[in-house]
Antibody, heavy 124, light 106 residues
Framework: QVQLQESGPGLVKPSETLSLTCTVS????????WSWIRQPPGKGLEWIGY???????NYNPSLKSRVTISVDTSKNQFSLKLSSVTAADTAVYYC??????????????????WGKGTTVTVSS | SFELTQPPSVSVSPGQTASITCSGD??????ASWYQQKPGQSPVLVIY???KRPSGIPERFSGSNSGNTATLTISGTQAMDEADYFC?????????FGGGTKLTVL
């Protein structure tokens, strides 16, 4: 079955750019949407954005100015860049497969496979 | 912006039924999903499209959605069900999560 694994630096300095990669194994990255979600210590989940395997993206408006999500289908990977980080960006970052469902005139998304998460701390 | 509100905590005795609510404006017009997260683990999808269970999720997990409230119901609650539960919806091109509910089985 499909498995996701996040990777990247666990410590990032304030004002720098956080960079993470999610490697998809056990299946192809093609034909699906892929997302990043984060969870600050002791808090709830926050959706960061998604990318379709073709490269189209959609970001959380609250983070849009600082976020870039990209995909490399040849490596079965997608990546997150979050610029100008502060302590408020300290969190566990998860990658997930985001499923799209059409029902009559409506559509919706949900996340059916998650990575184990990686902790990123923003500190000097 | 669309917001989802959950009670911070719910308690239930083993074997009883637990209900966790998720409220939002016209939530019944959206499709709700629910995730279970145990300490130190990543979230697991337990309900999607209001009431559908992914394969491998026990039948004691069920869901409903009407009016302004989606509800996750756990029948015959077991100690292993103790976890945080998050609801989620899609609105205005954004994935929205509820704040989460800590379910205590005591």
């Amino acid at each position: 079955q499909v498995q996701l694994q996040e990777s990247g630096p666990g410590l990032v300095k304030p004002s720098e750019t956080l960079s993470l990669t999610c490697t998809v194994s056990g299946g192809s990255i093609s034909s699906y949407y892929w997302s990043w979600i984060r969870q600050p210590p002791g808090k709830g989940l926050e959706w960061i954005g998604y990318i379709y395997y073709s490269g189209s993206t959609n970001y959380n408006p609250s983070l849009k100015s600082r976020v870039t999500i990209s995909v490399d289908t040849s490596k079965n990977q997608f990546s997150l860049k979050l610029s100008s980080v502060t302590a408020a960006d300290t969190a566990v970052y998860y990658c997930a497969r985001q499923r799209l469902r059409f029902l009559e005139s409506a559509y919706y998304y949900y996340m059916d496979v998650w990575g184990k998460g990686t902790t990123v701390t923003v500190s000097s | 912006s669309f917001e989802l509100t959950q009670p911070p905590s719910v308690s239930v005795s083993p074997g009883q039924t637990a209900s966790i609510t998720c409220s939002g404006d016209k939530m019944g017009d959206e499709y709700a999903s629910w995730y279970q997260q145990k300490p130190g683990q990543s979230p697991v999808l337990v309900i999607y499209q209001d009431s559908k269970r992914p394969s491998g999720i026990p039948e004691r997990f069920s869901g409903s959605n009407s009016g302004n409230t989606a509800t996750l119901t756990i029948s015959g609650t077991q100690a292993m069900d103790e976890a945080d539960y998050f609801c989620q919806a899609w609105d205005s091109s954004t994935v929205v999560f509820g704040g989460g509910t800590k379910l205590t089985v005591l």
